[in-house]
C-alpha cells in the first residue's frame, strides 16, 4: 500500500474536499469499491484528490464505507504503486472490517461529546438557577442569560424580551451585538419573529436569510450583516408566556435540537426568574430545577438511562397517589424517585455500562450507591428528609437487599414505592447489558417477588394501576416512557422544607451547585492521586479559596497521606503524617470538624509558617472516616458558619468518589499480585515482559525462572502452613536480592520468575547465584531450613523473541540446573 503523507503529497486539508470518483462511488453503492487501475478508470476527473493519486502513480485501489445512523459519514481506502498488485475478497473483508471499527470509533466519539455536552449543559444551567436566586433587577437576569448562552450555543446577537399583554408590547430588556450588550426599547406586537413566538406560544427557527418571517421584523443586529440561523425561544413561567429570548448567529445552520433545548431550559430559567415575585415561591422552583439537574448528571452518564430517574418519578408519583400517601409523603416519593441513583456520581462509567455481567468486585462498587447518595443527600439541609429513601431503595422486604439488609416495617414505605418503580422501568427498559422486556413480563416479575423483594401493598396498588391503564388502551405506560424530564407542577409544597430551603438559599445554591459540578467532572477518574487533586481544585475555584489540602488515611490507618494541596502545602504533598500529628488527625480521631482562628498558638498545628486559620473537615460515610478536607488562610478568623457548612456539604461526595477510588485500586491491585505473597501473578509479569521486549533491541532483557526444590515434601510433611510461609519467605529475599527496577513475580504454585531489564546474560546469573545461596542458608520462624531453589537464565538477545519463547528458554535453562544438580549428588553418593 502506499503512504500518500510519507511521499510529501500531501498535506491537512485547509477547507472541506470535493469526493474524488473513488470515493463517490462508495456513497452511491455505500459497500467496498476497488479499481483495478486508478490512472485508467478516472481518467480525465479531477475531483478531490484525483490528481494528486495519479502523480503519485497509483495503479489498484480500493475504499469503504464509514456507516453512521445507516448514512455514509465518511471512508477509509488503501492503494498501491505495484501495477502487478491486486486487491482480493480477503482484501476487502479486512478493509470493510476496518471501517466498521472505524465507524465504532466515531460513534463512540460522538456519543461521548453529547454526553459531555450535555453534562456541561446541565451544569451551566442549575448554575445559573441558583445565580439567578439571588438577582432580583431585569436587566441583571437578562445580562446572565446572555453570559450562559454564550457558554452554550452560537451567540453573535441576542435579546431577552418582556411581553405586556395588556399593551401588546415588547420590553427589550436586553439586546446584545458580540461583547457589547445594553439596555432596549419598547417595540409594540408586530408580525416578526418575537411577535410569532407570542402569537403562536411556540419556539419559532430561522433557517436562512430570506426567512419571510424575520424580513417582516424590526431590524436587529448589525443591519449589514444579517442573522442566517437564529432561535427566538418562549419565555413562559407556569404555562403563561411572559416574553421572548433569541439567539442569533451570522452563519447558516448553527441550532439544532439539542441547542434549542438548552434555549428553552434557559428561557425557562429566565422566566422564572421574572415572575416569581414571592421569594418563597421563586426558591421552590430553583430547588426543584437542581433536584431534577442533580438527577440528569447521573442519566447523562448512559444513554440507554437518559430520563431514567424522571420516569421512575412519574411510576412512583402515580403507585403513591393510588396508596392515598400525605402529601408530604407525595413530595418525598417525587424527588427521592428523581434522586435514587444520586450515588452512582461515585461510580466509574466502566462498570456503569458495562454490557456484561459485573465481577464481584465491580458488585461492591456498585452496591455503595445508595449509602453514597445518603450520605450525598445528608450534607445539604432541604435534602436532608429523602435520605432514608436513597439509602433504602435497594432494601427487601425480606431483608436481603443492601446496604443494611432492612426488612418489613424498617423500611420507609416511600422506598418500598421508589423500588418497585425503579424496577419496573429498568425491567421494560433497554441496557448496555440486557434488551427490553414487555409490560406482561414486568407484571409477573412484581407478583413473583410480591412479599420477598417488593412490599405487597405497593406491588397490589402498582398492578392496580397498570390494568386500569390497560383499560384504557395503555395511554399512561405510553406517556410515561415517553418522558425526558419530570414534570415538576405537581410536586407538593411548598411545605416547611421550602421554608428552610429559602431562608438560607444562598447557602444552599452554592453548596448544590458545587455537588453538581462534582457530578459532572469526576464521574471518570479513578486514579487516587489525580482524583483527589481534581476534587480539591473544583472546590478551591468554586467556593473561592486560594490555600487547600486533601488527606487520605492509609490501608492500616496509621497514617495520613497528604494526596493534594493548593497554595503554601503544595510541599507537603507525597508527605505521610504519623498518627497524632496535625490538626487532621485531631479530626479523623474525634469524627469531628475543627476551624481554627489562629493556627499558630495551637499546639496541634503542623503546616506552612504563614497560615493563621484552618479549617478541617472529617472525609466520612458513616462512621467510617476516610480522610480529612481542609481549607486554609494567612489571616486569622478567616472562616465562618457558611464556609463550615459549605465544606461539610461537599466532604461527603468526596469521601464517597475517594472510597471508590480505593475499592478500584483495592480490585486492580488483586487482580494484578499473587494473593499470597503479594509479588506480581503470572499475568502482570508477561505484561511487563511484553512491554521490555517491544522497547529498544539494543537494551538487554533478561529473565530467570525458579522452581522450589521440595515444597510438596515440606506440605506433606509439616503441612500447607509451612509451605505457604517458605514461599512467602523466598519471595521476600528474591525482592531483597535485586534491583529495585526489576520483577520479581510468583507465576505457578512453586515457581517465581525474575525479569531484569538492561541486565546481560551474565550479571542474572551472577545475582541468581548469590541470592540462591542466601536461600539456601535461610530459614523459617521455626528455625527449619528453606527449600532450596533451581534456577535457569535466559536473554533476548536474538530478537524478535516472543514472551512465551523467552520464558521457554529460560524454563529448558532451570530444567538443565535441576538435572545437574541432582548429577552432582549422584555423583557425591
Not at 446572565?144 to 420590553?171: I, P, Q
Not at 488562610?633 to 478567616?638: C, D, F, H
Not at 478500584?664 to 494484578?672: G, V
Not at 529460560?810 to 538435572?819: C, I, L, N, P, T
Request: net charge negative; with cysteine; proline share 5%.
Amino acid at each position: 500500500a502506499v503512504d500518500i503523507a510519507g511521499l510529501g503529497l500531501a498535506a491537512p486539508l485547509s477547507a472541506p474536499q470535493v469526493v474524488g470518483p473513488l470515493v463517490r462511488q462508495v456513497i452511491r453503492r455505500r459497500e467496498v469499491v476497488s479499481i483495478r487501475d486508478y490512472a485508467l478508470e478516472t481518467h480525465g476527473d479531477t475531483s478531490g484528490n484525483s490528481d494528486l493519486l495519479r502523480e503519485a502513480g497509483i495503479h489498484a485501489a480500493m475504499a469503504a464505507p464509514v456507516m453512521l445512523g445507516g448514512e455514509v459519514a465518511g471512508s477509509v481506502g488503501i492503494a498501491t504503486t505495484d501495477p502487478d498488485r491486486t486487491f482480493d475478497t480477503i482484501d476487502r473483508q479486512g478493509l470493510f472490517a476496518f471501517a466498521q471499527l472505524a465507524a465504532a470509533a466515531m460513534r463512540s466519539a460522538r456519543v461521548r461529546a453529547e454526553r459531555e455536552q450535555r453534562i456541561r449543559s446541565l451544569s451551566a444551567l442549575n448554575v445559573l438557577a441558583w445565580t439567578l436566586a439571588g438577582v432580583r433587577e431585569p436587566f441583571g437576569i437578562a445580562k446572565l442569560a446572555y453570559e450562559t448562552a454564550g457558554a452554550l450555543v452560537a451567540r453573535d446577537s441576542f435579546y431577552v424580551a418582556r411581553y405586556d399583554v395588556d399593551k401588546r408590547e415588547f420590553e427589550f430588556i436586553l439586546q446584545a451585538e458580540g461583547a457589547e450588550v445594553w439596555a432596549g426599547e419598547r417595540y409594540p406586537l408586530g408580525t416578526g419573529p418575537t411577535s410569532q413566538v407570542v402569537l403562536t406560544g411556540e419556539t419559532y427557527l430561522v433557517r436562512g436569510v430570506d426567512d419571510p418571517v424575520q424580513r417582516r421584523g424590526m431590524p436587529f443586529g448589525d443591519e449589514k450583516r444579517p442573522s442566517l440561523s437564529a432561535v427566538h425561544v418562549p419565555l413562559k413561567s407556569r404555562g403563561r408566556l411572559v416574553g421572548v429570548l433569541s439567539s442569533q448567529a451570522y452563519r447558516p445552520g448553527m441550532f439544532d435540537d439539542e441547542d434549542i433545548a438548552v434555549l428553552q431550559s434557559l428561557a425557562n430559567l429566565v422566566a422564572t426568574a421574572f415572575e416569581n415575585a414571592e421569594h418563597l415561591a421563586q426558591m421552590r422552583e430553583l430547588y426543584l430545577a437542581s433536584v431534577k439537574a442533580l438527577a440528569a448528571a447521573v442519566d447523562a452518564r448512559d444513554p440507554y438511562t437518559r430520563s431514567h430517574s424522571a420516569r421512575v418519578a412519574a411510576l412512583a408519583r402515580t403507585i403513591a397517589d393510588e396508596m392515598r400517601l400525605s402529601s408530604d409523603q407525595l413530595r418525598r416519593v417525587q424527588l427521592g424517585a428523581l434522586l435514587h441513583d444520586i450515588g452512582k456520581i461515585g461510580v466509574p462509567d466502566a462498570i456503569l455500562n458495562k454490557p456484561g455481567p459485573l465481577s464481584a468486585d465491580e458488585w461492591v462498587i456498585m452496591r455503595t450507591h445508595p449509602a453514597v447518595g445518603g450520605s450525598i443527600l445528608a450534607a445539604v439541609e432541604p435534602l436532608r428528609d429523602l435520605v432514608p429513601i436513597v439509602r433504602a431503595h435497594h432494601e427487601r422486604f425480606d431483608g436481603a437487599g443492601y446496604p443494611e439488609k432492612l426488612a418489613g416495617d424498617s423500611v420507609p414505605i416511600e422506598a418500598y414505592v421508589v423500588a418497585a418503580a425503579d424496577a419496573f422501568e429498568v425491567i421494560v427498559s433497554r441496557r448496555a447489558y440486557k434488551q427490553a422486556q414487555s409490560v406482561e413480563f414486568a407484571c409477573a416479575e412484581l407478583v413473583r417477588c410480591r412479599g420477598t423483594q417488593f412490599h405487597p401493598d405497593v406491588v397490589d396498588a402498582f398492578l392496580r394501576v397498570i390494568d386500569r391503564d390497560r383499560q384504557h388502551g395503555a395511554a399512561y405506560l405510553r406517556r410515561v416512557g415517553a418522558i425526558e424530564e419530570e414534570d415538576m407542577a405537581n410536586v407538593p409544597g411548598p411545605g416547611g422544607v421550602l421554608e428552610q430551603f429559602a431562608a438560607s438559599a444562598h447557602a444552599h445554591g452554592r453548596q448544590l451547585a458545587i455537588l453538581q459540578r462534582l457530578a459532572s467532572e469526576i464521574s471518570a477518574v479513578l486514579d487516587i492521586d489525580e482524583l483527589a487533586g481534581r476534587l480539591l481544585r473544583i472546590i478551591c475555584e468554586a467556593m473561592g479559596y486560594e490555600n487547600g489540602f486533601l488527606l487520605t488515611l492509609d490501608d492500616k490507618h496509621q497514617s495520613l497521606i497528604v494526596r493534594a494541596a493548593v497554595g503554601p502545602s503544595e510541599p507537603y504533598v507525597g508527605q505521610l503524617l504519623t498518627r497524632g500529628v496535625g490538626i487532621s488527625w485531631w479530626v479523623i480521631e474525634h469524627g469531628q470538624l475543627q476551624n481554627v482562628t489562629d493556627a499558630q498558638t495551637d499546639p496541634r498545628f503542623y503546616g506552612p509558617p504563614n497560615i493563621q486559620s484552618v479549617l478541617c473537615v472529617p472525609l466520612q460515610l458513616g462512621e467510617e472516616r476516610v480522610g480529612v478536607l481542609g481549607i486554609e488562610s494567612p489571616r486569622t478568623e478567616a472562616f465562618g458558619r457558611e464556609d463550615e457548612e459549605l465544606v461539610t456539604a461537599v466532604s461527603h461526595q468526596v469521601a464517597a468518589a475517594l472510597r471508590v477510588a480505593r475499592l478500584h485500586q483495592a480490585a486492580k491491585t488483586a487482580a494484578a499480585t499473587d494473593p499470597l505473597t503479594g509479588l506480581p501473578n503470572r499475568r502482570t509479569f508477561f505484561d511487563r515482559l511484553r512491554v521490555e521486549l517491544a522497547g529498544d533491541p539494543l537494551v538487554s532483557v533478561t529473565v530467570a525462572v525458579l522452581d522450589v526444590n521440595g515444597l510438596k515434601q515440606l506440605n506433606d510433611q509439616f503441612g500447607h502452613g509451612a509451605g505457604d510461609e517458605a514461599l512467602i519467605r523466598i519471595g521476600e529475599m528474591l525482592s531483597a536480592g535485586v534491583r529495585d527496577r526489576d520483577t520479581v513475580a510468583r507465576i505457578g504454585g512453586d515457581e517465581f520468575a525474575i525479569l531484569f531489564p538492561g541486565a546481560p546474560l551474565l550479571a542474572a546469573e551472577r545475582v541468581m547465584r548469590r541470592v540462591a545461596s542466601n536461600i539456601a542458608e535461610g530459614t523459617l520462624a521455626d528455625g527449619k531450613r528453606l527449600p532450596t531453589i533451581a534456577w535457569g537464565v535466559a536473554d533476548a538477545s536474538d530478537r524478535p523473541i516472543t514472551v512465551d519463547a523467552l520464558v521457554d528458554a529460560a524454563d529448558r535453562a532451570m530444567y538443565r540446573h535441576k538435572q545437574l544438580t541432582r548429577g552432582s549428588r549422584a555423583s557425591l553418593a
